[in-house]
């Protein structure tokens, strides 16, 4: 370990800010002079500005103590915070935005939770009833429904993914960093959701903050690229691809398990999915089988298919441990909607109905079907999932002070990463 290694690193993510950067690095190099107890580099991560950027940076790099410049030739705020963090000696790695728009009193609730061993991840929120903001109706608007959406499409349970203003232990960085691909603006909510899906703990802190009307992001193709980031994250989770299992362990944190509600959503998705496939296959198996043959052919069928699909997107279960259990208890699940579909057409026998008749009766059967297979699935089936850790909240009050640096422990993390 190198002994003039800070505690924390601040990164300022730039481009193209040099009519605002010296005033801020100044203001920001002060406040950690004179209110914050460890040692702290600020980093400025110049990302290929085009204006002068450099120079300001430059020149605040050899005239004030502990601020240093790194240069990163291609641009994207994600790749400019990854290259720091990764490169990071400090104990904490944070960024904030450069015009500063969070009051920088809730700096050190944000990384307190961090040095103290309590969380592994802390962001500011401006989304919490304490916090003080100052925006316009459309951000708000845009903000709120941004992070409602990540609770339904990814499971998210933080309240703020954009903020700019986050602290993560450098440890967790690390190991976070290689399964992050967005090099954008959607690299927070992509490191969020890992660190949540890694069972890590998310510290929230109410901050005070007021909209910079010299915003220069691009609204609409920000919006763009942060849904093709949902889909994308949602399919990686899906398909198991993003297994996070390895970081999982490393940190000792327990699986994983979604909300009752977002698992009722998902749960339902796959249900309409599984509903329209069956309605098709019996149709299709009905041209040339009765109706009791083709509607246990489009039943067992699907079931394996909505078995696979709830077992991945539903409950988030990835690798083979337990997988034959899981399908033969779908089965059995199946079982209990084959004998209400069952019942249903033999219900309808005889009173003259046509395929298309069939099918209406035996959708409705198969949304009682579903209701059964839900409780079944939730409560048996994948009833060993434990509820996922829940992200703590910090009052904004918190007294950062008494959080003294421990040098031996520093080490030992460092050693460890």
Known sequence: MNETSPVIDVVVPVLNEAHILERSVQRLRTYLDL??????????ADNDSTDGTAEVAERLA???SDVRLVRVPERGRGRALS?????????VVAYMDVDLSTDLGALMPL????????????????LRRDSRVVRGVKREILSRGYNALLRVVLGARFSDAQCGFKAVRTDVAKALLPY??????????????????AGLRIAEVPVDWVDDPDSRVAIASTVRDDLWGMARMARGLT??????????????????RTPVGIRMIRFGMVGVVSTIAYALLFLLARQIAPAQVANLFALVTTAIGNTAMNRRFTYQVTGT???????????????????LTASALALTAGLGHTPLMEVGVLTV???????????????????????APRTRDLDVRLSARQVAPNPSATADERSAA
Do not use: M, Y
């Not at 899981?326 to 199946?334: M, N, R, T, W, Y």
């Open 111 to 126: 990384v307190a939770p961090l040095l103290s061993g309590h969380s592994d991840v802390a962001i500011g929120t401006r």
């Open 83 to 91: 290259t720091v963090w990764s490169r990071s000696d400090a104990t």
């Open 239 to 256: 398909t198991g691809r993003l297994d996070l299992e390895p970081v999982r362990h490393r940190f000792g944190r327990p699986p994983v």
């Open 365 to 387: 059967a198969n949304v009682l079907a579903t209701i059964v297979r839900f409780v079944l699935l939730d409560r048996w089936v994948f009833r060993t999932a434990t509820e």
């Open 180 to 197: 992050v691909e967005d090099t954008g603006w959607f690299f927070d909510t992509e490191l969020l959701v890992l660190a949540e899906r």
């Open 62 to 64: 050899a005239t004030l």
């Open 321 to 339: 441990k337990r997988l034959a259990r899981h399908h033969v208890q779908g089965l059995v699940a199946f079982a209990c909607g084959w004998a």
């Open 35 to 44: 209110e914050v107890p460890f040692a702290c580099r600020v980093v400025i």
